[in-house]
């Protein structure tokens, strides 16, 4: 019994060892996230300070992403920064990682957004794609704030380097 209780174990311990060393979702990126049952909610502006608010917002509408790393890894959204790690799924799919982060991130026009999101991706050599969650309290310099939820979005990208 002991013995075919080890087996799975040493097999799912070889798939780890078998993916290839760095992350293969280093490089740059095309990414389309989008909300994919009509399910954002946002609150403290309307109309077009919405659309202002949600343009620059990387994790909406189509943006360029640098990556680098698996762990605590390098994350920048055209020019910017922002905190973010990318693990393996835990039982060593290799194709399968995590991706998500949780603390500021500076929009171009200033605004301040507190972010807790992820998404779980699988990742190909020229594409990754899978659901996306996201939660931020924002604010804005003019004083205005809310918050916004992305509850069953989606990121899709295209390797561009």
């Avoid at 019994?1 to 060393?21: I, K, N, Q, S």
């Avoid at 507190?114 to 004083?143: K, Y």
Wanted: with cysteine; aromatic share 6%.
């Amino acid at each position: 019994m002991r013995a075919a209780l080890a087996l799975p174990a040493l097999a799912a311990a070889a798939c780890v060892a078998d993916c290839p060393p760095g992350s293969p979702l280093d490089g740059t990126w095309e990414v389309y996230a989008h909300d994919t049952r009509g399910a954002a909610q946002l609150t403290g502006a309307t109309g077009a300070a919405a659309t202002a608010l949600l343009e620059p917002f990387f994790l909406d509408g189509v943006h360029t992403w640098s990556l680098a790393g698996l762990g605590a890894a390098a994350l920048t959204v055209e020019g910017a920064p922002t905190d973010f790690s990318a693990t393996r799924a835990p039982d060593g799919d290799c194709a399968t990682i995590t991706i998500g982060g949780a603390g500021p991130w500076v929009a171009p026009d200033g605004t301040l957004h507190q972010l807790d999101w992820s998404a779980e991706l699988i990742v190909s050599e020229a594409t990754f794609a899978g659901p996306l969650r996201a939660a931020s309290r924002w604010s804005h310099p003019d004083g205005a704030a809310g918050t916004l939820s992305l509850p069953a979005s989606a990121l899709r990208a295209t390797r561009l380097d």
